[in-house]
Structures are given as C-alpha cells and as structure tokens.
C-alpha cells in the first residue's frame, strides 16, 4: 500500500501563495500519476489539478487553471502544487493521491474519467484575512 504524505498546508491572506508536497516514503512516485484533490466544508470533493506519470498534459479545475501549476520532481521523488493568488474559496482540505493505471494518458480530475487508489490525509488549506 502506497503511502502518501502531503505538507505545505496552512492560514494564508487572500492573493497569498502557498506550495503543497506530496511524498511517498519508500515508494518510487516515477510510475504513478498523481492528482490534488479538496474537499470544503459542506462540498464534496473535487480534483483539482494532476500529472500523469509521464510527466505531462496536466490537468487542471477551470477555477485554479493560471493560479495553481503542478510539478514533479522525480530526483526528489515528489509531487509539487504551487498555488498563487489564493481566494477565500480555495480554503479545504487538500489530498494527494496516485494512481499507476496503465491506460490513462492523461490523468483525470473527476470520477467519470478514472479514479485513484491511493490517497494521502490530507492537510487544511485556509485563506483568510
């Protein structure tokens, strides 16, 4: 079982920028696509960016696309979701997940398109004043 771990959570002020890490301690994440995910309060959980395993085509929520940009490090072995110009709305708790599916060419960010089988706990993101 894959564990992932994420960091790089916390309080922001609106039009602040936050960094999110995502690890796999023990695991190589070179061979899995990787996606963000957040669930706020009251909503239900929505992807909002991810990488495939080869690197490229990330796929991105409308509402974060030129905000949020996703890396991957694999020297490092981590997945990175830098997030710029942080709103009020962005505020949830933030999971990373991975997923080594074969067929997907482009990772996706609903359940229609494919889901992940490993999952992080997930860390709060808040952005208030």
């Known amino acids: 079982q894959v564990k992932l771990v994420e960091s790089g959570g916390g309080l922001v002020q609106p039009g602040g920028s936050l960094r999110r890490s995502c690890a796999a301690p023990?695991?190589?994440?070179?061979?899995?696509?990787i996606g963000w995910f957040r669930q706020a309060p009251g909503k239900e959980r929505e992807g909002v960016s991810c990488?495939?395993?080869?690197?490229?085509?990330?796929n991105y929520l409308t509402s974060v696309k030129g905000r949020f940009t996703i890396s991957r490090d694999n020297g490092k072995n981590m997945v990175y979701l830098q997030m710029t110009d942080l709103k009020p709305e962005d505020t949830a708790i933030y999971y990373c997940?991975?997923?080594?599916?074969?067929?997907?060419?482009?990772?996706?960010?609903?359940?229609?398109?494919?889901?992940?089988?490993?999952w992080g706990q997930g860390t709060q993101v808040t952005v208030s004043s």
């Open positions: 990488i495939s395993r080869y690197g490229i085509w990330p």
């Open positions: 023990g695991f190589t994440l070179d061979y899995y696509h």
């Open positions: 997940a991975a997923d080594r599916n074969p067929t997907w060419i482009i990772c996706p960010i609903i359940p229609e398109k494919g889901r992940y089988g490993h």
